[in-house]
Each structure stands twice: as structure tokens, then as C-alpha cells.
Nanobody, 122 residues
């Protein structure tokens, strides 16, 4: 099983990033897909989740209205578009998969990727 996250980087506040996660090794369409982030010294934080067919999405309070999560079941990929980035968005962003809906706080996901660093400077 592999979940390869990419798209992170250094961006000025107010800018945008598109995080992507390419997956393999499991039946992608059977899983809810998630982005979870963790800043240094802080707990993991729910960012967004999308249902198996992409019909339903959930967003964390800190990113809702600024983010859009989508998935492509033909390509086994999920993408998170984040706009109006703020310094407090700085964190490692992890792509994860779970057979069930899991909005935390334990985030005991079935599969995790290695994460991509997002750094927002003011």
C-alpha cells in the first residue's frame, strides 16, 4: 500500500496550494480519503474528508470555506485545493485512507502516507 502526497511547499500568506495524493495497493473506491495535518508541537488536526464516490465532503473548521477536496477514482488520486493560506496553516499534511468515516479525534486510519510540508510565511 502506498499513499504518496505531494504539492507542499513555501508560500506567502494569501496564496494557494494544491496537494495531491497518489495511491496504490488497495481498492481506492472502497475507502474514505482524508487529509490530516500536524504542526510542530501540536496534535494532529482534521483537515478534510471525502466519501468513497466523492459525493460527501467534510472540512475542519480552520480550513472550511478556503478548501476544496476532490477525488478521481479512475486514477486513485485525491486532491486538496487550499486558498487564502495563513501562517497557521503551516504543518505537515498527511493523506490517509479509512474504510469508515473517521473524523477523529483518534484518527486511527487504515493507511497513511508520509506527508508533505506546507509552510506559509507572512
Amino acid at each position: 500500500v502506498q499513499l504518496q502526497a505531494s504539492g507542499g511547499g513555501l508560500v506567502q500568506a494569501g496564496g494557494s496550494l494544491r496537494l495531491s495524493c497518489v495511491t496504490s495497493g488497495f481498492t481506492f473506491g472502497n475507502y474514505w480519503m482524508y487529509w490530516i495535518r500536524q504542526a510542530p508541537g501540536k496534535e494532529r488536526e482534521f483537515v478534510a474528508a471525502i466519501s468513497r464516490r466523492g459525493v460527501t465532503t467534510y472540512y475542519g473548521d480552520s480550513v472550511k470555506d478556503r478548501s476544496t477536496l476532490s477525488r478521481d477514482n479512475a486514477k486513485n488520486t485525491v486532491a486538496l485545493q487550499m486558498n487564502s493560506l495563513k501562517p497557521e496553516d503551516t504543518a505537515v499534511y498527511y493523506c490517509a485512507a479509512d474504510i469508515t468515516l473517521n473524523l477523529g479525534p483518534d484518527y486511527d486510519m487504515d493507511y497513511w502516507g508520509k506527508g508533505t510540508q506546507v509552510t506559509v510565511y507572512s
